[in-house]
Nanobody, 117 residues
Framework: QVQLVESGGGLVQAGGSLRLSCAASGSIFSINAMGWYRQGPGKQRELVAVISSDGSTFYADSVKGRFTISSDNAKNTVYLQMNSLKPEDTAVYYC???????????WGQGTQVTVSS
């Protein structure tokens, strides 16, 4: 299994920046991809960004050019650098790992990001 622990959320003004971190432990060598999802108030959880084991990345249109996902394999950690934050980015952000032959899902506990206008 894979366990995930997130950190780095908080309150920031519009236009500001935050960096989220997600540390993985357990069966890390079985991880195929890691990503960030978010769930805003009254909304469904949505994909924000993904980084695969080969380093390829994918971003939701709403965050392209503002958010950057990266990984530090030595630390088994994935980061989400969020710049030019907008109030609509306010959400609980969840780290996700897909691992094993069946791409099982592991989730972090979530971290709150609040962007004030």
């Amino acid at each position: 299994q894979v366990q995930l622990v997130e950190s780095g959320g908080g309150l920031v003004q519009a236009g500001g920046s935050l960096r989220l971190s997600c540390a993985a432990s357990g069966s890390i060598f079985s991880i195929n991809a890691m990503g960030w999802y978010r769930q805003g108030p009254g909304k469904q959880r949505e994909l924000v960004a993904v980084i695969s084991s080969d380093g390829s990345t994918f971003y939701a249109d709403s965050v392209k050019g503002r958010f950057t996902i990266s990984s530090d394999n030595a630390k088994n950690t994935v980061y989400l650098q969020m710049n030019s934050l907008k109030p609509e980015d306010t959400a609980v952000y969840y780290c996700n790992a897909k691992w094993g032959q069946s791409d099982w899902d592991s989730w972090g506990q979530g971290t709150q990001v609040t962007v004030s206008s």
